[in-house]
């Protein structure tokens, strides 16, 4: 296990990667649009660098092999200097997550750029959006090369910003309109907490550096017996409330749906290559800080997300909502795999998902391009005008449905296997119900992705004139499918045991399985991959049974089971709850706040705007005024300037002069006085 | 002569200039007004070069040196304040001070 | 050993190259038949560019042409900053629609002059250049203000410019007579040590603690003598010609005004308060001396912010609102005056900075608007927000650095003024600044409000882009926010620079 020599040009570089999006960003935003194809290639090239740049590195950690590496460029750039506790300072942290990380989401949001050239051609504001999706960028590869907690929460906030307008980049849709305001409030509840939770570890261990605060936590620790101290627990669960709101785990789940609102890049953007990630990714970062009871919450959390998003997206019929909730639902696949230990799992899948997620995101996209509908009820048998969209769309389906040989079977394999040793070693109900909901997930994740297939590129075409007018999309959209769906197929062997779950042992807070434990494991997996088989395959036939060959009719089922589905369909009612309580709650708040702004604020303003007109007319204004007693004393006293002003300053230039000399013998007779 | 008479005598043209230029209702009259400030402190120069100072010393020369050359800016500054107040008359059609008084409060 | 006439004349190269570039743009405007006036613009800006490129190259001397001049890194400090407002001012002329279009050449060779005058008030102690610079400023000024011909609120600002600085000059030149005739010197620092009795009098050979003698004498003359400063400073009260001068002069000639002239009248007003400013190391009488002046500089200070605030509240008129504000703002940079000490005056010299900035932003933004709105007024720029969003974001840094937010280098420039005043025991001081910089925010939003909150206004306008206007002001922009967390190049040469008064 020879380390790697990382010199300063490696550093360089990794800097660099981004830098180059940053510095795009600023470059398309102020002269893009003016720039010959108003400037796409600026973004794209970027991109196309960082991504270079990325991989080249990744591609150096690879020659060595060693679960450990970790370099770090300390204090590359000193914000705010000054002694060691009142001190920020910026610098890379480059272990194995990271080195993934950067590589996996540089390639991915150079895909999408390339396919955005083609999605987007022709939109009003084309120039700005494709600024936006750079910047976006941006606050991904930043936040995983930080090597502390504030320049990763500038990150995560530039991403907040951007995801606010790209969401809402159709802004004259008012559905967008308030999809991009949900996504933005919704994760702010969470950026607050994280916020927090930074500001808790921030006081009492003094530094926002990761190591530093890994380090910190045993001995922590030990000055306090072993057990968690309540600032560490309350500080660990604040920032994965952070990442509930970025990563839209339950109950903050509520804004990635709607986020659909905005084009179908930014959804690939959101789901697969940043956002959602930057939760898992904060998750794995932070898990040191959470104590054994945090974890259980972290893996219920993620599994019944897991679950509960799966059932919403058995009844969608919308496809870009379909795969909405199949992301929340699979980000509680991540989350609950990190939750029970299996942080490398955990990473594992996000990686792999977010190759076939945003294969599928682009693919829909590539269908929605087509047919100008995203409802699967108005298209099927587009299989035969869309053979490439197809065929990377079945790849990517396969993977996620968890088939043996495609990337996601390997990765959610890897998941229920650890929540299964976690069911073993504990025994308890509570500790097995991440696995129960977990294995019926996955089992779920097959039958709605198999429905979506189905009805999008077999069967008859339902809707013929939307058919006709169907075709293939340009290279530049079908380019980054083929190497999506390239990932969706592979991305389980290149990973797989040989990365993550070996190289993920170096990660903080991950534990190496010993003796009784280690078979645990091994009888886990066993168990886990003919389980997760199992349910896939069930799911898959269920699907191909109701959608393929009509052996049982969906509208007769959802009649049967009436009010159950009405429920799932319309998401649990979950938003309306919101409304009737949160935002009703907001509402009665702003109100206040409105009788607040009206009677003590705008007085204030009032005030002062008579200040202004009081000078005009100053007898008219005291009769006017006198009686509020508050403003009495500024009134008199504009009205005494006022009145000062007239005396001096007339007009007349020999008046000036004669208070000038007046001042000067003023000011001599106050030296004098003062002898 | 004393000393203390040339000081009265700046000190008294010094006032009168003020005056002058805070009291007349005639612009040229302001400028002199102007004039008379400019050469009470030319006075106070000269008589205080001529009397504090021993004759022939650095000290006295400073003293006349500035009053020659308050004087030039005297001229300088007449120049350019009876073209201003002719710009004016041209504009206002007066020379009363008061009476251009656009730009107030 | 006495310098030769041709070494002085190259230690004073920079004030040379614009004087020889103020006639070229006068020589250059006859010959072009006055039709190419954005080319004798660049003969100016050629000129300005020259003249720093010389200041960058000169070495310190501390007194040449028979110890009139000092050529230092305070005197290049402030020149810089005058040049640099000097290049703005062209730019804006270019454009300005208030001024005429022909004779460019007088122009520039009156602005360029008035450089001139102003170079060389920031590099003497000795009173009599001293006079000659001011004289050379004012008269340049005089002129300038009025040079929209055929308008008659720029004939009665200059008219009014004339009259009231004549008048300060008169008194000015009355009570340096005065330290003359206690002294026998001319020279600033010599004065100091004669008037503490550390130094013979050249007239009568003999030492004499004069503060002990002819107390009230001194403190008379130095009054008087401080009337010239504080009217070149716009201090109260001897403002009253500001704010209709400001108001009256082309939109250009106000900024060089209100930046240009006030800065330089700020560097001499530094330099010679740190030269006459007997040190405590020389008596009590001095000392005391130096105390009273201290709490003198510290109550007009206070008056003449608290003065420019609340008048500024009532304006209708950006430029007269601007010219109050600036009034304020010339009050708040006396703070760092008044604590008579290295500390303070860098503090001073820093807010200067930070005034460059903010304040030739807002005039930009006044020659801006104007251009389509046809006028200055407060009320016509409602809803220009929208319309021009670029200059009007602008605006709105403008308007946060002048208040004092941060980041903005407004924000920084107050802080540190606050602190040295408090340092220096003038508690009461910071209360009232800081008071005052609540008040400003009322009158500052407004136009905020106007630009942004407020139905369109009903005159018909046509917005007209003017890039290179707005390329300008975004340069501004961008200072205005870098230079507040950033501050430190512009502060270790504000301490620096400072350095060499004491």
Redesign the interface.
Known sequence: MADIVFDGGDFARLAAVPLIPLGAFFVQTLVGRFGPRKGDWIPVGALAIAAALGIFEFAKCLTVWNPGFRVEWKEAFDWIPGPAESRASFGILYDNLSATMTAAVGLIAFLIHLFSVGYMHGDRRYASFFAHLCLFSFGMLGLVLSDNFLSFFACWEVMGLCSYLLIGHFSEKPSAAAACKKAFLTTRIGDVCLFLGIAILWTRLHTFRFTELWDAVPRVLAENGGAYPGWLVTAGLLIFAGAVGKSAQFPLHVWLPDAMEGPTPVSAMIHAATMVAAGVFLTARAFLFLSPEARIAVALVGSFTAIFAATIGICQTDIKRVLAYSTVSQLGFMIAGIGVGGIAAGLFHMVTHAAFKACLFLGSGSVIHAVHTQEMPQMGGLRRRMPITYGTMLVSTLAIAGVPLFAGFYSKDAILSSTLVHAMEHGSILHALPAIFLFTAAGMTAFYMFRLILLTFHGEPRDAHKFEHAHESPWVMTVPLTILGFFAVTGGWIFGENWFLELGKGLPGMVVAEGEAAHHEHEAHGIAMWGSIGVAGAGILLAFAFYQWRKFSAAAWAERWGPVHRWVKNKYYVDEFYLATVVRFVMFLTAVQRWFDVWIVDGLVNL?GG??R???AVSGWFDRWVVDGAVNLVGW??QL??GV??L?????????????????V???S???W?? | MSLGAYLAVATALFVLGLAMMIARRNLLYVLMGIELILNAANLNFVAFARYAAPAGGEAALRGQVFALIVILLAVAEAAVALAIVLHAYSLFDTVRPEEPDLLRE | MPSTYAEDLARILPETVLALGACFALVADLLWKGRESRRVGTIALIAIAASVFALLRQEPRPAIAFGMVTVDGFGALFKVFVAATLAVVVLFAHSSRELPRHGAGEFYFLLLSAGVGAYFLVSTTNLLLLVLALELLGLASYVLAGFAKGDRRSAEAALKYLVFGAAATGVMLFGLSILFGLTGSLDAREMASILAGKAADPASGEAVDRFRVAGPAVAIAVVLAFVGFGYKVSAVPFHWWAPDVYEGAPTPVTTFLAVASKGAAFGALLRFSAALLPSPAMGEGAAAFSGKLGSLLALISAVTMTLGNLAALRQTNLKRLLAYSSIAHAGYTLMGVATLEPGGFETSVFYLFAYYFMNLGAFGAVIYFARSTGNEDIDSLRGLGWRAPFVSGCVVVFLLSLVGIPPTVGFFGKWYLFLAAWNAGFGWLTVVAALNAVVSLFYYFRIVKALYFSPESEAVFHHRPVPSLAAILGLLTVGTFWFGPFPETIRAACAESVRFLF
């Open positions: 002062v200040i202004g009081a000078a005009a006293l504009t300037w006022g002003a007239r001096f300053q007339t007009g007349r230039v020999q008046t000036y002069v004669a208070w000038g000399v007046a001042g000067a003023g000011a001599a106050v030296v004098l003062m002898a």
